[in-house]
Nanobody
Framework: QVQLVESGGGLVQAGGSLTLSCAAS??????????MGWYRQAPGKQRELVAD???????NYADSVKGRFTISRDNAKNTVYLQMSSLRPEDTAVYYC???????????????WGQGTQVIVSS
């Protein structure tokens, strides 16, 4: 009954900025969340990792977005953010939120995916 809900996508001009957010909702009172992250898929391309962040402060970024994107999270709100700056037309894609989640008291971690939010960068 846990689901990931993204928001913040839209149309932006090249060089502009946009911030995406993703919150775990539903039955979240007895869950642990490890890594949260963002993936994207452009038309005709495979899905790729954009950035992720573990429970804490450790982050990973794709080379193509280093220095332009910043990932952060608010653990109290079960929410992850992606701040995007200096956007380029090649950043145009559907962006998907991902999280590793388990129930407290069990050992298995499951993968959860959001429905995706469209980002279009115009030249």
């Amino acid at each position: 009954q846990v689901q990931l809900v993204e928001s913040g996508g839209g149309l932006v001009q090249a060089g502009g900025s946009l911030t995406l957010s993703c919150a775990a909702s539903g039955s979240t009172r007895n869950i642990d969340i490890n890594t949260m992250g963002w993936y994207r898929q452009a038309p005709g391309k495979q899905r790729e990792l954009v950035a992720d962040i573990v429970s804490g402060t450790r982050t990973n970024y794709a080379d193509s977005v280093k220095g332009r994107f910043t990932i952060s999270r608010d653990n109290a709100k079960n929410t992850v953010y992606l701040q995007m700056s200096s956007l380029r037309p090649e950043d145009t894609a559907v962006y998907y939120c991902h999280a590793n989640i388990k129930r407290r008291g069990v050992l298995r971690w499951d993968d959860y995916w959001g429905q995706g939010t469209q980002v279009i960068v115009s030249s």
